[in-house]
């Protein structure tokens, strides 16, 4: 005998696709007024744990290629968030940083976490595990 199949709304892929559709919606209104995208904000929530970084050690930490990563860096440069530089002891690396503008925005741009917070209505513990379930699917550990 076969195994039932799920519809559509059973399925773990649907959850997941609704979930980060959610996320990135109940972002919107807090990066819209400035002027980020869901994705550079990421990239500035990353900097501004540790900045400069090497253009492939941002995309690493964020499981961005390249293509991807490259010109996400490129736009916010053009926007005046980031400066990219070349690395003086290795010039085939860009290092990219903060500029003095998104430094000034760093209260602001980290506290878009505590809101989503809100807005899911998860206790700290729930939102613990579900983020650590999450990172498990991501990046199994046998990859």
Same mark, same amino acid.
């Given at each position: ?76 440069? #053009?926007? @005046?968030?980031? =400066?990219?530089? /070349?690395?003086? %002891? $290795? ?6 940083? !903060? &500029?003095?503008? #998104?430094? @000034?925005?760093? =209260?602001?741009? /980290?506290?878009? %976490? $505590? ?6 209505? !998860? &206790? ?20």
């Amino acid at each position: 005998m076969a195994p039932k199949q799920r519809t559509v709304g059973t399925q773990l892929s649907f959850a997941l696709y609704g979930a980060a559709n959610r996320m990135a919606r109940l972002h919107k209104p807090f990066l819209e007024p400035l002027g980020l995208t869901f994705p550079q904000y990421l990239v500035l929530l990353e900097l501004l744990n540790g900045a400069p970084l090497a253009v492939g050690e941002l995309g690493t930490r964020l499981g961005m290629d390249t293509g991807t990563i490259t010109p996400l860096v490129k736009r916010l440069e #053009s926007a @005046g968030f980031v =400066a990219r530089t /070349r690395d003086r %002891t $290795d010039e085939r690396r860009v290092l990219v940083d !903060l &500029t003095a503008h #998104s430094r @000034g925005l760093a =209260a602001e741009v /980290r506290g878009i %976490t $505590d809101k989503i917070k809100s807005a899911c209505q !998860l &206790t700290d513990q729930r939102l613990d595990d579900l983020r650590r379930t999450l990172e498990a699917l991501a990046h199994p550990a046998d990859e």
